[in-house]
């Protein structure tokens, strides 16, 4: 069954065709100026729902370099926690949110992010993708497969899934790709897609995917 979707083809192609391309920040091992730990990694995806990345990136470490803990954070008034994450997308429902989280981290949970994605989703603001994120990328987990805009597009346009909704795509990815890939899916999709899959006119005539491709409800591309 898997040799039908050409797993093993796309992801080498993948691996090599953006080797040097940046990762987005939450899936690098390592952070300059913060430490990277399940806390960080959550307000850092938080922080990049609706946002570019390079904002998201500049943000995170803005704020997060002096207040990388619960503690430190619901010290800080609403107001100053909008004056450090501007100008993230919704950055004033963010902040609330960061600084209920934080509180119900210390009420709940001791001061740390609990390592169970039910408990992640069961905080406020938190959704399926964020909890994926933070399983993945700060506990290193790879049992668990976040999806995004461009985790969920390309796969329906190679056609390995044909779903109407991320949560849909998780469903029947979690099914079919073999666990081995898991680990690398979110951020080799997340840079594809930003960078030759894109949302509109995607970069088909220079993909290196294009014979694996069926291209469905593609319409204009490069
Ligand atoms: S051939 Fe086009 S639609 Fe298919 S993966 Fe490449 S860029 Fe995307």
């Not at 609403?78 to 902040?95: D, H, S």
């Not at 390309?154 to 779903?163: A, E, K, Q």
């Not at 909704?165 to 897609?193: C, R, S």
């Amino acid at each position: 069954m898997h040799d039908t979707y050409h797993f093993q083809e796309i992801f080498s192609l993948l691996q090599s065709t953006l080797k040097t391309i940046q990762k987005p920040l939450v899936s690098r091992t390592t952070w300059d100026h913060i430490q990277k730990k399940p806390f960080t990694v959550l307000i850092s995806c938080l922080l990049s729902l609706r946002t570019k990345d390079e904002v998201t990136e500049k943000a995170s470490i803005r704020f997060l370099k002096n207040h990388d803990t619960p503690e430190k954070i619901i010290k800080l008034s609403e107001r100053t926690i909008q004056q450090y994450i501007f100008p993230v997308g919704f950055y004033k429902i963010k902040a609330k949110r960061i600084k209920e989280i934080s509180q119900t981290l210390i009420t709940d949970y001791g001061g740390n992010v609990p390592n169970d994605f039910q408990k992640l989703l069961s905080l406020k603001g938190v959704g399926r993708k964020t909890a994926n994120i933070v399983m993945v990328y700060g506990f290193n987990d790879n049992g668990y497969l976040p999806i995004d805009t461009h985790c969920h597009r390309i796969p329906n346009r190679l056609g390995w899934v044909h779903t109407k909704t991320p949560e849909e795509t998780e469903k029947q990815l979690l099914a079919i790709l073999p666990k081995q890939y898991w680990q690398d899916f979110n951020h080799l999709f997340v840079q594809f897609g930003q960078t030759i899959c894109t949302p509109l006119s995607p970069h088909c005539s220079t993909c290196p995917l294009t014979n694996y491709c069926p291209k469905i409800t593609v319409g204009t591309h490069r």
